[in-house]
């Protein structure tokens, strides 16, 4: 027994030891990334991930992943006080899943990966709650109680360094930023569900890619996906103006093409030399019915149980801020399936340098499915490229039965 105690406090020390000098070699943009390695290697797990708390969105945000790469791409948030990495936050105590399946986690990555076992902790400086530190294994396992240590011991060592305060500073504030351009939340709107993804490649964590939906005082349903030219600050910026202009004329128009004209004329009067494309959408109060107007924006796929995932077919007229006023934009009114769902999406999940856009286009309607917004979401997701070209944006639309 003593000589069992001596080798475990040997292999506690070592931990420590390894994980203060992955800590002081801490240089790059992301400080994480071989303290992770580090934590996956001693604890011989599959993935080691670190969520970061933001507050003020009472959300976890995957920042640094290694083995789990796909939770960084996928644009996921975790609410808290849901699934695993919420109720880790909440709780403030370290929690084991040794069964990993749809009711103790709300990430669809981690069962999509395929994890079986998972081990989290939560960080904390200054009683301040900053992130989530986790592993998973891809077979079975009980984690002991020198496993729960070392993460524990990991977790704490986490907290204590200050470029991390530092780089969750930053984060947040980008995370802030974004929000106030991204809803960080979709509305609750009866009779359907919704879900969405962003994913910007830009460094700053904003970008021109947009949606949006709003419920509207007639009782419709006002759905938006919309992409500025340009990347970065400046383009979300000009994005930011696009998005609150177009509630704005959503309120005075009953027709979304109308919309689009005034929004069209803003674009004009004060981006200059930017355009915009841009896709609005109406549902209809009693969810049977769609009108939609694209200028220039890539058309909505619609999946619905049954039938074959496919295109809609609606007339694009140009994108905003091109060549003169359009004052003939149009709108049409399709049926809205029952268990249906509508996907809206940006260029940057279907167009690469190297392929016609149609390729990429065939193969977002392979991987979408007749399924959950959420699930046509996490579908799309995973069969996107893993190094991105451009901005990615994603929201899908789900009639209930």
């Known amino acids: 027994m003593a000589a069992a105690n001596m080798q475990r406090s040997e292999r506690l020390r070592r931990f420590a030891d390894s994980t203060c000098a992955a800590l002081s070699r801490i240089q790059s943009a992301n400080p ?62 370290l929690i084991t899943i040794n069964n990993v399946n749809s009711a103790n986690v709300v990430n669809p990555v981690l069962i999509e990966r395929g994890l079986r076992s998972l081990l989290g902790a939560p960080v904390i400086t200054d009683e301040q709650l900053v992130g989530v530190l986790h592993v998973g294994t891809l077979t079975r396992r009980d984690f002991t109680a020198e496993d729960v240590q070392m993460l524990q011991s990991a977790a704490d060592r986490l907290s204590e360094v200050r470029r991390l305060s530092e780089y969750a500073r ?82 005075l128009c009953a027709d979304p093409a109308a919309a689009l004209s005034f929004l069209d004329r803003e674009v004009h009067h004060f981006e200059n030399d930017r355009f915009a494309t841009c896709l609005y959408l109406m549902i209809s109060p009693e969810r049977a019915a769609v009108r939609i107007s694209s200028a220039g924006h890539l058309r909505p796929i619609l999946c619905a149980g049954g039938h074959a995932v496919e295109l809609t077919d609606i007339p694009v007229d140009p994108p ?23 996907v809206c999406y940006t260029d940057g999940l279907v167009e690469r340098r190297d392929q016609p856009i149609d390729v990429g286009i065939r193969g977002l309607l392979a991987a979408a499915c007749a399924d959950t917004a959420e699930g046509v979401c996490s579908a799309i997701m995973a069969a996107a490229p893993r190094q991105p070209e451009d901005d990615m944006a994603l929201l899908a639309v789900s009639r209930r039965r």
């Open 32 to 93: 994480l990334d071989e303290l992770l390695d580090e934590i996956r290697k001693l604890l011989s797990a599959d993935t080691a991930t670190f969520l970061l708390f933001d507050e003020t969105a009472g959300q976890l945000i995957p920042v640094a992943a290694r083995g789990l790469e796909e939770e960084l791409l996928h644009g996921i948030r975790i609410s808290y006080g849901r699934g695993f990495a919420g109720q880790i936050a909440k709780s403030r105590q």
């Open 320 to 342: 905003l801020g091109t060549g003169e006023l359009r004052l003939d934009r149009r709108s049409v009114t399709m049926a809205f399936p029952s268990a249906g769902t509508l």
């Open 170 to 251: 930053e984060r947040i504030a980008v995370s802030t930023l974004s929000r106030s351009l991204i809803p960080a939340g979709l509305p609750t709107v009866a009779g359907l569900e919704l879900a969405a993804r962003y994913v910007p490649v830009d460094d700053s964590g904003v970008g021109g890619d947009w949606y949006d939906a709003f419920p509207l005082p007639s009782g419709w349903l006002g759905v938006v996906m919309g992409d500025v030219c340009g990347r970065g600050p400046s383009a979300a910026v000009a994005m930011g103006r696009a998005r609150s202009a177009l509630r704005s004329y959503s309120l």
